[in-house]
């Protein structure tokens, strides 16, 4: 963390037009100095400024570039830092970065410029998370959630959530100091108060992360039904290519085939199974019990039948988890009634604009795209949940009487917890499994 040697990476990605190397740490404008000729040395130029040149490699011009400049403490890692525009050339890049390494930078490791500015308080370590998750962004949604995180909004509402508990458990740690004397300096029925709202406010920020989850990693959807009603046409009609093998033969489909698609801002994805039903085949059985698998984790199970099929046994939902009935071959038989259902023709595309509507209706995204927290990294859940257990035990404790200690103990806990989040309170290990996931150039 306290490492300011000269590091440096492609910042882009290449094989493009344009390509940016980045460089950070004490001596990095002198060290792209010693390859770029410009009108004058980077040297004499000011913080956050351009400059046109050549890199050179003694007398043989390896590109024309664009230098920016930043001082530290005012860039991205907080340390003097230089970017490099370059033709997006793999064997330019490679040239650049070999040079800028003979004159004393080292290659960076994933996440290092990131970890750098977290180490510099440029930025806290969910901000940090953030960057890493709107680089991966596929959705609109997905960039909403990352881009609220970056932004700060995030931190502050757990630093105001933990800064409250502060204040509470320094009076309650007072009264330690005057046992004795049997004082309370932490008004009892405040502090209930004040505990429940901060239980509610880490709980909502919990039930969040149903849905926020669900937009950073794609939405899961699990086609499921009786054999030969259509599920693996319908998953090449929602995907536009013959993904999966369709057959009049029931059972085609023995395993899971899953993919992707974005529908108004949110990517699902969708799982075809294999069929349900009483089988004594030992690999269809594998399928279905791998079919009941995917139903369980899925946040949305969409079950297809038939006009035809008259006996329809839906299966139990968990807590949480949306159903579609899709009524599939409208075109081909009478339709049946079912109140609710989605009517569609998977061969010939009827109904299936109508189906892609009723999906994305069940994702409620218009608080995102309004700013509002939503968490969607399983590592913030996790803490939010220790911090809400803690919290919960600390309201007990009070109802029950329980000593000043006692509540100060539980209500560390949570402040433990929230401080996590942010990385105010972390461990090299934590760090390591973070950045190590992070790109080399961010």
């Keep these: 963390m306290n490492d300011h040697s000269i590091i440096v990476a492609p910042a882009t990605a290449l094989g493009g037009a344009i390509a940016t190397i980045r460089l950070s740490g004490e001596g990095s404008i002198a060290c792209c100095d010693s390859i770029f000729r410009g009108r004058k040395p980077l040297a004499d130029t000011a913080s956050h400024t351009l400059h046109y040149g050549t890199i050179c490699d003694d007398e043989r011009v390896v590109d024309d570039v664009v230098v920016a400049v930043f001082r530290a403490p005012h860039s991205y890692t907080g340390e003097e830092s230089v970017e ?22 080292r290659l960076a490791e994933p996440g290092e410029f990131s970890r750098r500015a977290l180490a510099a308080g440029r930025i806290d370590l969910s901000q940090a998370e953030a960057v890493a998750d709107l680089i991966a962004a596929e959705s609109r949604a997905a960039h909403a959630i990352a881009a609220t995180q970056m932004r700060g909004s995030y931190s502050q509402m757990l630093d105001s959530l933990r800064e409250e508990l502060l204040d509470i458990t320094s009076l309650l740690e007072l009264e330690l100091d005057f046992a004795e004397e049997d004082v309370e300096f932490a008004d009892r029925v405040r502090l209930g108060s004040m505990l429940k709202q901060t239980e509610s406010a880490v709980a909502r920020l919990i039930d969040s992360f149903r ?6 990693e794609g939405v ?33 489909t023995r395993d899971t085939i899953e993919e992707s698609v974005t529908i108004d801002d949110i990517r699902f994805r969708f799982i075809d199974t294999a069929g349900l039903h009483t089988t004594s085949d030992q690999l269809e059985q594998m399928g279905i019990e791998r079919t009941e698998r995917a139903m369980r984790q899925a946040q949305i199970v969409l079950y297809m039948t038939e006009p035809s099929q008259s006996d329809m046994t839906l299966p139990t939902l968990s807590e949480g988890q949306t159903m579609l009935v899709v009524v599939n071959k409208m075109d081909t038989t009478d339709r049946r009634d079912i109140e609710g259902a989605i009517y ?99």
């Design 84 to 105: 490099i525009s370059i033709h997006g050339s793999r064997y330019i890049a490679s040239e650049v970065i070999r040079l800028l390494c003979k004159q004393g930078a």
């Design 211 to 216: 849905v926020g989850n669900a937009i950073r």
């Design 220 to 252: 899961a959807v699990a086609i499921v039904g009786r054999p030969n009603v259509g599920k693996s046409t319908l998953l090449n009609r929602l995907v536009g290519d013959d993904r999966a093998m369709v057959s009049e033969i029931a059972g085609t």
């Design 344 to 442: 569609i023709s998977a061969r010939n595309g009827e109904g299936i604009d109508t189906l892609r509507k009723s999906l994305r209706l069940t994702i409620d995204t218009e608080g995102l795209y309004r700013g509002e927290v939503v968490v969607s990294n399983i590592r913030h859940a996790e803490a939010l949940r220790r911090a809400h257990n803690d919290l919960a035990a600390a309201l007990r404790a009070l109802d029950e009487g329980l000593s000043g200690e006692l509540l100060a103990e539980h209500i560390r806990g949570a402040i433990t917890a929230l401080a996590e989040i942010t990385g105010r309170i972390t461990s090299d290990d934590i760090l390591h499994r973070i950045f190590s996931q992070f790109c080399i150039g961010k």
